[in-house]
């Protein structure tokens, strides 16, 4: 039986792809993952695999002294790294790219172990310069991103399975909208829930409520009292398939699984993308789409205008044209060609 050794974190953007191609490949070959003692870790641990924790520093985009902490934090890291691999070995190790799988892609790379990492968004993120050389194929969701490196490979977004068995009617009575025939509007925030897309929300209920059912995953910890069956509010959703397959039009971060989840599923979405604290990839995936006629933006900074998230909301959900570009997309889940991928080079 192949060994795959799987690595990424730092957020559930790494860790979650990772999880939907190691739930396809439980039955059929040995699996481990390392990363960090950060939200991975819960993830991994919680799906029942075996987890290798190497806490690999983060570098900080700014001026700090944290930073000069960075060379000894790693070095001790990259050891850590070397010996576990020496132990394991592993006969791929798979990178979902993010700080946390830096350590065990050079580890990797030293023993002769193949690697292949697998970037998300349209602007490479700095692990994944970093490692390029050191690995068999980067593989890519979006084919501008693949034409950037000399083994880039696009292969499409892992999805995973369980989105895509949603079943529209048991979904909407799982969350109780069955007493009018209104449409379902699904907010998303991220793992952490987002304040801003909160805030500006619940503000406006009393104006999207007749028009809308809404169900809002708000992120831990950010739930308010409200009594009505026509807001839903939950911390966070395991069952993602009934939450996609109830909604009619989604508001959401712009985060690139998400992205392309919505965009595989053929919903219409208002992107808010992550602007203030990231390296800008939310906006440039967003940007993307748009241009390509596949969903709305709604700027983080227009969010203070009364209306303006009713108004996009409303907009996006009766655009006929975008519906129409969405179904001739061609986008679909890339889950089965790095399956692919990964079992033959394993081999």
Same mark, same amino acid.
Request: hydrophobic residues 40%.
């Given at each position: 039986?192949?060994?795959?050794?799987?690595? *990424?974190?730092?957020?559930?953007?790494?860790?979650?792809?990772?999880?939907?191609?190691?739930?396809?490949?439980?039955?059929?070959?040995?699996?481990?993952?390392?990363?960090?003692?950060?939200?991975?870790?819960?993830?991994?641990?919680? $799906?029942?695999?075996?987890?290798?924790?190497?806490?690999?520093?983060?570098?900080?985009?700014?001026?700090?002294?944290?930073?000069?902490?960075?060379?000894?934090?790693?070095?001790?890291?990259?050891?850590?790294?070397?010996?576990?691999?020496?132990?394991?070995?592993?006969?791929?190790?798979?990178?979902?790219?993010g700080f946390a799988s830096y350590p065990a892609v050079w580890a990797a790379h030293k023993l002769r172990i193949p690697v292949l990492t697998h970037e998300s968004d349209l602007s490479a993120g700095l692990c994944t310069?970093?490692?390029?050389?050191?690995?068999?194929?980067?593989?890519?969701?979006?084919?501008?991103?693949?034409?950037?490196?000399?083994?880039?490979?696009?292969?499409?977004?892992?999805?995973?399975?369980?989105?895509?068995? *949603?079943?529209?009617?048991? $979904?909407?009575?799982?969350?109780?909208?069955? %007493?009018?025939?209104?449409?379902?509007?699904?907010?998303?925030?991220?793992?952490? *829930?987002?304040? $801003?897309?909160?805030?500006?929300?619940?503000? %406006?209920?009393?104006?999207?409520?007749?028009?809308?059912?809404?169900?809002?995953?708000?992120g831990k910890g950010n739930t308010i009292p409200f009594s009505s069956d026509e807001y839903v509010q939950r911390e966070f959703e395991s069952d993602m398939g009934s939450a996609y397959a109830c909604a009619d039009v989604?508001?959401? %971060?712009?985060?690139?699984?998400?992205?392309?989840?919505?965009?595989?599923?053929?919903?219409?979405?208002?992107?808010?993308?992550?602007?203030?604290?990231?390296?800008?990839?939310?906006?440039?995936? $967003?940007?993307?789409?748009?241009?390509? *006629?596949?969903?709305?933006?709604? %700027?983080?900074?227009?969010?203070?205008?009364?209306?303006?998230?009713?108004?996009?909301?409303?907009?996006?959900?009766?655009?006929?044209?975008?519906?129409?570009?969405?179904?001739?997309?061609?986008?679909?889940?890339?889950?089965?060609?790095?399956?692919?991928?990964?079992?033959?080079?394993?081999?």
């Amino acid at each position: 039986m192949n060994y795959i050794l799987f690595c *990424g974190g730092g957020s559930a953007g790494h860790a979650v792809p990772n999880l939907a191609l190691m739930n396809e490949l439980r039955y059929s070959h040995k699996l481990a993952y390392m990363g960090t003692g950060g939200i991975e870790k819960g993830l991994v641990s919680g $799906a029942g695999y075996p987890f290798f924790q190497v806490d690999c520093p983060k570098l900080i985009r700014k001026l700090t002294p944290k930073n000069f902490k960075i060379p000894f934090e790693l070095n001790r890291a990259l050891k850590n790294a070397k010996r576990i691999l020496q132990e394991e070995k592993p006969d791929l190790v798979f990178s979902k790219g993010g700080f946390a799988s830096y350590p065990a892609v050079w580890a990797a790379h030293k023993l002769r172990i193949p690697v292949l990492t697998h970037e998300s968004d349209l602007s490479a993120g700095l692990c994944t310069k970093l490692i390029a050389k050191k690995c068999e194929k980067v593989l890519t969701s979006f084919p501008e991103t693949a034409k950037k490196f000399k083994n880039g490979m696009c292969v499409g977004s892992p999805i995973r399975k369980e989105i895509l068995s *949603g079943e529209r009617t048991r $979904a909407r009575k799982k969350y109780g909208f069955v %007493r009018e025939k209104k449409p379902v509007l699904l907010v998303l925030g991220g793992g952490s *829930g987002s304040k $801003a897309i909160n805030e500006a929300l619940r503000a %406006r209920l009393s104006a999207i409520l007749p028009r809308f059912y809404v169900l809002h995953l708000c992120g831990k910890g950010n739930t308010i009292p409200f009594s009505s069956d026509e807001y839903v509010q939950r911390e966070f959703e395991s069952d993602m398939g009934s939450a996609y397959a109830c909604a009619d039009v989604v508001l959401s %971060r712009a985060g690139s699984n998400t992205a392309f989840e919505l965009l595989t599923l053929k919903k219409c979405a208002v992107f808010v993308p992550l602007e203030k604290s990231s390296r800008g990839d939310q906006l440039q995936n $967003a940007l993307y789409f748009e241009e390509k *006629g596949l969903c709305a933006i709604l %700027r983080e900074e227009v969010l203070s205008d009364p209306t303006a998230l009713e108004n996009a909301v409303i907009q996006t959900y009766e655009n006929d044209a975008l519906r129409s570009s969405l179904l001739s997309c061609g986008i679909a889940s890339g889950t089965p060609r790095i399956l692919a991928l990964i079992k033959s080079i394993a081999r």
